[in-house]
């Protein structure tokens, strides 16, 4: 399997002196092709920073972060706002839709900023919106759907334009549980198709679609598991 992302011993520290936070403490990780790896440790742990700096949303105080073997921390703002339109997709827990925008215009608006002209861009959004299962709610605004409907279409709009990478920042956190399992299967199906997916939750329910598990606390890689069950890397994790 090809790397798809790929960090190298990352640091990250907010602030200066005294008043300075290590929020990542040489973290190396590496989610390839067809894989979908969680990420679980408590609150304050790094999970969160580790996703906005892999998706080019921040950077690095140290360290090297590669999407598809270009080194992101070498692009500029500009650059690496071109391969989130292009490369990178980013589901957030709160949707992020834009409320004056229908579904498809949604979906659409990543490919038109990135100059694929408006029919075109249409198009890829309604096969996004057919991919996730709501091509009938292409012209509903986000005030007019269920948080489930708001979310899937958040996630179309994170694959559209054959995206390789698939950031999810807690996308089940304000759904009910059945709802939740429909989004986890369409992240699984994403990366059964090809794509590398890195999910942060805090639920081992959740963590149990993934191929792997990476535990962090205080900003350090404490365990990873490909085959034990997430409870017991849980229990190993915890002092």
Same mark, same amino acid.
């Given at each position: 399997?090809?790397?798809?992302?790929?960090?190298?011993?990352?640091?990250?520290?907010?602030?200066? +002196?005294?008043?300075? &936070?290590? =929020? $990542?403490?040489? @973290?190396?990780?590496? *989610?390839?092709?067809? %894989? #979908?790896?969680? /990420?679980?440790?408590?609150?304050?742990?790094?999970?969160?920073?580790?996703?906005?700096?892999?998706?080019?949303?921040?950077?690095?105080?140290?360290?090297?972060?590669?999407?598809?073997?270009?080194?992101?921390?070498?692009?500029?703002?500009?650059?690496?706002?071109?391969?989130?339109?292009?490369?990178?997709?980013?589901?957030?827990? +709160?949707?992020?839709? &834009?409320? =004056? $925008?229908?579904? @498809?215009?949604?979906? *659409?608006?990543?490919? %038109? #900023?990135?100059? /694929?002209?408006?029919?075109?861009?249409?198009?890829?959004?309604?096969?996004?919106?057919?991919?996730?299962?709501?091509?009938?709610?292409?012209?509903?605004?986000?005030?007019?759907?269920?948080?489930?409907?708001?979310?899937?279409?958040?996630?179309?709009?994170?694959?559209?334009?054959?995206?390789?990478?698939?950031?999810?920042?807690?996308?089940?956190?304000?759904?009910?549980?059945?709802?939740?399992?429909?989004?986890?299967?369409?992240?699984?199906?994403?990366?059964?198709?090809?794509?590398?997916?890195?999910?942060?939750?805090?639920?081992?329910?959740?963590?149990?679609?993934?191929?792997?598990?990476?535990?962090?606390?205080?900003?350090?890689?404490?365990?990873?598991?490909?085959?034990?069950?997430?409870?017991?890397?849980?229990?190993?994790?915890?002092?």
């Amino acid at each position: 399997m090809s790397a798809v992302l790929r960090l190298v011993d990352v640091h990250r520290v907010h602030g200066e +002196g005294e008043a300075a &936070v290590r =929020a $990542l403490r040489g @973290v190396s990780f590496t *989610a390839h092709a067809g %894989e #979908l790896v969680a /990420v679980m440790g408590p609150s304050g742990s790094g999970k969160s920073t580790l996703l906005t700096i892999s998706g080019g949303l921040d950077q690095p105080t140290e360290g090297r972060v590669e999407v598809e073997g270009v080194d992101v921390v070498g692009l500029s703002q500009q650059q690496r706002a071109r391969m989130r339109r292009t490369s990178i997709g980013y589901v957030f827990q +709160g949707f992020n839709l &834009v409320p =004056a $925008l229908t579904a @498809v215009e949604n979906v *659409a608006l990543p490919r %038109e #900023l990135d100059g /694929v002209r408006s029919g075109q861009a249409r198009r890829d959004a309604m096969r996004a919106l057919e991919e996730v299962g709501i091509p009938e709610l292409a012209d509903r605004f986000p005030d007019d759907m269920s948080g489930g409907q708001q979310q899937r279409v958040a996630i179309a709009r994170a694959v559209v334009g054959e995206r390789r990478l698939i950031l999810a920042d807690e996308p089940t956190g304000a759904l009910d549980t059945e709802t939740g399992e429909e989004i986890l299967r369409l992240l699984r199906a994403r990366c059964d198709a090809g794509a590398a997916g890195v999910l942060v939750t805090h639920e081992a329910r959740h963590a149990a679609w993934a191929d792997r598990v990476v535990f962090l606390r205080d900003g350090v890689v404490v365990d990873e598991s490909g085959s034990a069950p997430v409870e017991d890397l849980l229990q190993a994790s915890h002092p």
